[in-house]
C-alpha cells in the first residue's frame, strides 16, 4: 500500500467524512461519521470528535497533515475562516487557509471559502466549490458550471476565479416538485428510467426563441397546462421540470454574461446532475470540455501544498 | 331593501360562496358553505348542496336565476364547461355558458374559463379571472395585472381578451418563505407592518439594469449573501422576498412582451397584493388606472345579461 500523506476532511452540518490519501491524490481509506456533524458536536468539542472518526489513522501512521473544508470553516464550525475575495487562485486561497496544532501534534489546515464583491445585489458567497474549480484546472481561460442544489457559475481567467454566481436551482426543482401544484399533478415512479423525452421538452422550450422562455415564473406553470392539454402525463412531470428549470438556469447565466452561444464551458463534478447539464449544454450551442476525476480532492491538495511552502 | 334578481356562485374545491345580487349589483346577503366545497360534495349531489346553502333565498323570493363561476365548471364540478378560446369578449363568453334547469324551476348558468391557445409552450387556461377583467373594462386597448397565487397578464385588444399569461409568483413566494433556505433564515414578525423598505430593495433591484436581474434562479440567493453581508436583517427578508419575486415578475411580462416602459396598466381585484403591485408598477415606468370595485361580480352580471338574451 502506498504511504498516507494527508487526511482529507469534508466537514459538514449534519456528517464529518474523512479520505485517507497518498501523495499521487489515491484514496487509501475512508470514515464517515453522522454523530461528528457540526450539529451534533456539543461545547465545541470538535478535537475529540475528529480522533474519534479518524484516530486510528494517526496511530497506525504518523501525524499526518489533516485538510479541512466545509462548514466546519464556517461562524458555527470550529474555527471560522474569512472568505478570500475574488478574483483569486491558488497563492491567494493557501493564504487564506488558518492552521491549528492538534494535541498530537498534527497540524489541521482550515480551507477558506470564496466571495464575490462584485456580485449584485449582494456579494456572492461559496464555501468548497472553490477546491474542485482549482481541481479542475485555472490553467485556461473559461467558464465552469457546478450543477447542484445551489449550482455555481464561474469564470476562470488569469489563472485565478474571477468571479462566480449561485443558482438556487436543484433548490428550486425541489420545492416545486414537492411543495406546489406540480407536486400535486406528478406521478412519481420510483426506480423508473429518467424519461428524457420529457426532460428535453422542458430543456428546449427554455433554450428557445419563444417570448416566453423569459418569464420563468410563468413558464414552470406549463407543468400544468401541459398536462391539461394532453401533450404531458403526469408520469413525464419530474423529468420535464428537470429540463425546464435547468435549461432556465443556462438560460438566465447567458443572460447575465457567464457564456455566449458557441462558447467552450467545463461541467464540474460527478454529481448525477452532471449528465443532465452535459444534455442541455448544445442546445446553447455550447461544447463541454471534460475535466478530471476528483477535482475537489485535486483542488484541496493543489491549495494545501501551496499553503505548506510558507 | 331592493329585490333580488340573481344568486352568484364562487364554487370551488373547498368551499361554496354565495352572493344575493339585485340588479344594479348591490349584494343584499352572502352565503358561505366549507361543506358545498367539490371535494366533499358525495356522488354528484351538487343540486342538494346548493339547496343546502341557498335554498332559503328561493323560499323568500322566486326561482332566482343563477350564475356558477369557479372549479364548479371543471371536470371534477358539476357540469364540465369547455374553456372559450382567446380572442374573446362578452359575446362569445356568454356563448360559451351552460344552462341547467333546478327541480324548483331556477336555471343554472355555469361560466366558461378561457383558453389562450397562442401560448407558449402549451395553451395557458384561467377559470374565474376572465370574469374580473372583463368587469375591469374591455373598452380601450391595454394590459391587465391580475396578482395571485398564479398572476395573470392579459391584453385587452378591439373590446376583447386578445391573450393572457400565467405567472405562478404567488405560489414561488410562498415555497419560497416556507419551505427553502430562506425560509430557515427569515424571522417572521406575525402582525407586523410591512417593511416596504426592504419591500423595495427587492423589487428596485429586479428592476434594476445589473446583469443578474434577469437570472430569477440566482437572484434569489440574494436572499441570503444579503444576511451574509450584513445589508438585510431576518425581519427583512419575507417583504425583500417579495419584492424581489412581484419585481421579477414585472421584468418577465415585460420580456414576454405584456407592456413596455411608459404604457398604462390597469391592476384588477381586491387583493391585498394589489398595492404591492402597484408599487411596483412605477419602478417599471408604468402609470396604474383605477378599475371599478367587485369586477368579478360586474363582468359575471354582465356575461349572464348576454347570454340571457339567446
Known amino acids: ?17 474523512a479520505m485517507l490519501v497518498c501523495e499521487a491524490g489515491e484514496t487509501l481509506d475512508t470514515r464517515e461519521s453522522s ?8 461545547d465545541g468539542a470538535f478535537e475529540a470528535a475528529l480522533m474519534r472518526t479518524v484516530g486510528e489513522w494517526f496511530s497506525a501512521h504518523v501525524a499526518l497533515p489533516v485538510l479541512a473544508t466545509g462548514m466546519i470553516t464556517s461562524r458555527n ?11 483569486a487562485g491558488i497563492a491567494e486561497l493557501a493564504a ?14 482550515f480551507l477558506p471559502g470564496m466571495r464575490n464583491p462584485a456580485a449584485q445585489p449582494f456579494p456572492d458567497v461559496m464555501r468548497g466549490e472553490e477546491t474542485q474549480i482549482v481541481g479542475f484546472g485555472l490553467d485556461k481561460d473559461r467558464t465552469l458550471v457546478l450543477p447542484g442544489t445551489h449550482s455555481k457559475w464561474a469564470r ?12 438556487a436551482t436543484g433548490e428550486v426543482f425541489a420545492l416545486l416538485t414537492k411543495h406546489s401544484f406540480i407536486a400535486k399533478a406528478l406521478e412519481p415512479q420510483p426506480g423508473s428510467d429518467t424519461k428524457w423525452s420529457a426532460f428535453d421538452k422542458g430543456a428546449e422550450f427554455a433554450a428557445s426563441d419563444a417570448a ?3 418569464a420563468f415564473l410563468s413558464a414552470i406553470f406549463s407543468a400544468r397546462t401541459g398536462i391539461l392539454d394532453g401533450k404531458l402525463k403526469p408520469e413525464d412531470i419530474l423529468d420535464y421540470v428537470s429540463g425546464l ?13 457567464w457564456f455566449q452561444n458557441g462558447d467552450e464551458i467545463g461541467i464540474v463534478g460527478n454529481n448525477i446532475l452532471n449528465s ?3 444534455r442541455v449544454a448544445p442546445l446553447f450551442a455550447l461544447t463541454v470540455e471534460p475535466g478530471p476525476e476528483n477535482a475537489a480532492k485535486r483542488g484541496i491538495l493543489l491549495i494545501a501544498a501551496e499553503a505548506a511552502k510558507h
Not at 454523530?35 to 456539543?42: A, C, D, L, S
Not at 487564506?96 to 489546515?109: S, Y
Not at 428549470?245 to 454574461?257: K, T, Y
Open 1 to 17: 500500500m502506498p504511504q498516507p500523506t494527508s487526511i482529507i476532511l469534508d466537514w459538514g452540518t449534519s456528517s464529518l467524512r
Open 35 to 42: 454523530e461528528g456533524g457540526i450539529q451534533f458536536v456539543k
Open 77 to 87: 464550525g470550529w474555527i471560522e475562516v474569512p472568505y478570500v475575495d475574488a478574483p
Open 96 to 109: 487564506g487557509t488558518r492552521k491549528k496544532t492538534l494535541e498530537n501534534g498534527a497540524v489541521i489546515t
Open 156 to 167: 476562470i481567467a488569469s489563472g485565478r476565479i474571477a468571479g462566480f454566481q449561485t443558482y
Open 212 to 214: 416566453g422562455a423569459d
Open 245 to 257: 428549470v435547468i435549461g432556465s438556469e443556462f438560460r438566465q447565466a447567458r443572460a447575465a454574461g
Open 276 to 278: 443532465r447539464y452535459g
